[in-house]
């Protein structure tokens, strides 16, 4: 039985323990609040990207945020040939890249939304192109000729103000034709942000009907950020 001390003894929280919390994480609660404009998140990621104490690297390194790593290795487990070309779209500092660096893909090219966040993936060397471009409307398309990449990837890119459903439509164009696009997120996300609920699903389901892609799987992840739950689409190129 417990003692009478040690029952009324209040129990540690991780932020009481001094471990990192999702509270402490304030810049992605602020990156992820609904209304904001493109403009609004590039302003965002770019401060944070450059915070002299709690940068975006500092904050969602590998043990609180898991989606990097998981895409990476989702890649290695289903390209056996570590030559392929691939895109890291909202590549953000470069973790992703990191990771597929890790697992022996070099060919790989980042586009990010964000000045300050490609700056710092600029000084890691992971990718070998840099873009710096908001992918989607209102944008107008890239200028990545048609079936570039064997394999998109993107790691936690959605969310207000961030890549738009139709977005999968340039993506499907630069992908060749049999390759993949890996996508990880934030499992509650495409159903709950007002620019993707009741249309995030019927989007991708069209361009199945469409025959521009199929869904090879959607997986979901414990943990992904903090204890929320990720959840990642492989869709192959038709
Ligand atoms: C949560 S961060 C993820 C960064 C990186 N993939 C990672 O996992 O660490 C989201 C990134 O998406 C970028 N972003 C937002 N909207 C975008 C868009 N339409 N096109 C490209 N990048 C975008 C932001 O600038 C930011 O760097």
Redesign the pocket.
């Known amino acids: 039985m417990m003692s009478a001390s040690l029952e009324s003894r209040s129990k540690p929280t991780a932020s009481s323990l001094g471990y990192p919390t999702e509270d402490g994480c304030h810049e992605?609660s602020e990156?992820l609040k609904e209304g904001l404009t493109?403009d609004d998140?590039?302003a965002i990621?770019t401060d944070w990207a450059n915070k002299s104490n709690g940068s975006?690297d500092e904050n969602?390194a590998n043990h609180v945020?898991k989606?990097?790593y998981l895409v990476a290795k989702a890649v290695n487990d289903n390209c056996p040939d570590k030559n392929i070309h691939i895109l890291?779209?909202?590549?953000?500092?470069g973790?992703?890249g990191q990771h597929l660096n890790h697992f022996g893909f070099s060919n790989v090219d980042g586009?990010?939304?964000?000045s300050g966040?490609l700056e710092k993936a600029k000084a890691k060397h992971v990718y070998k192109n840099y873009f710096c471009?908001?992918?989607?409307p209102p944008n107008p398309s890239t200028n990545i000729p048609d079936h570039t990449y064997d394999v998109i990837t993107?790691?936690?890119?959605f969310?207000p103000?961030?890549?738009?459903c139709e977005?999968v439509d340039e993506m499907i164009r630069i992908v060749k034709p049999g390759g993949f696009i890996f996508n990880i997120t934030r499992a509650n996300h495409l159903q709950t942000y007002s620019e993707y609920k009741d249309k995030w699903e019927p989007y991708i389901a069209k361009k199945e009907e469409e025959q521009k892609w199929r869904e090879i799987c959607r997986t979901i992840f414990k943990n992904y950020f903090f204890e929320k739950d990720g959840i990642m689409y492989i869709h192959e190129v038709l």
């Open positions: 992605m990156a493109k998140v590039e990621y975006y969602m945020y989606g990097p890291d779209i909202a590549c953000g500092t973790f992703v586009m990010d939304a964000s966040m471009s908001a992918i989607g993107i790691a936690g890119g969310g103000g961030h890549i738009p977005a």
